[in-house]
């Protein structure tokens, strides 16, 4: 099955219908659950707010997978694995891009994957660029990656052409 990722803001979490749209619409749409993650970036808002953590709660009860998008960027990463119900973490590109040259990057990257792994999470790396980048990463666990070298932004048609020529545990769940 391929996912769709949807950034959501803090708005959006404060909704308190946000959930059961979700709902609504994944069963209009005849959509699993399981396709869908909701992607929220580092905020203290979403934590301080309880009833953004509830909305959360309530998304990943609908088997709905929540990630926390430019991991490491924020102001309360540990709490946000600790605090909300968390089944998948995208590195920031700006630890992932340098961090075959920078080795304070790679340690960092290696401690966030090895962390998230050891939590049952998922890892995905944006701003994956080059083969050696991602062969880095596959060798410290990363799950999955994000970026230029697994394509630039494309139409819809141009995806289904993609598809059928990148490897697929890139694309699949």
Aim: charged share 20%; glycine share 6%; with cysteine.
């Amino acid at each position: 099955m391929i996912g769709v990722a949807v950034n959501c803001s803090v708005s959006n979490l404060l909704d308190s219908s946000f959930a059961d749209d979700i709902s609504t619409l994944l069963s209009i749409c005849d959509v699993p659950a399981a396709a869908l993650t909701i992607e929220v970036t580092e905020s203290m808002q979403v934590l301080e707010n309880p009833r953004a953590v509830e909305t959360l709660e309530r998304i990943h009860n609908l088997g709905v997978k929540v990630a926390v998008d430019d991991f490491g960027t924020g102001y309360s990463s540990l709490a946000y694995l600790r605090r909300l119900p968390i089944d998948q973490v995208k590195i920031d590109r700006s630890f992932v891009q340098q961090m075959l040259t920078h080795s304070d990057d790679a340690a960092i990257v290696g401690a966030i994957v090895e962390l998230c792994r050891s939590l049952g999470m998922r890892v995905v790396a944006e701003g994956v660029e080059t083969e050696d980048v991602w062969s880095a990463l596959r060798e410290m666990g990363c799950d999955r990656a994000q970026g230029y070298w697994v394509s630039r932004p494309v139409s819809a048609t141009a995806f289904v052409e993609l598809s059928e020529r990148i490897p697929v545990s890139i694309l699949l769940d």
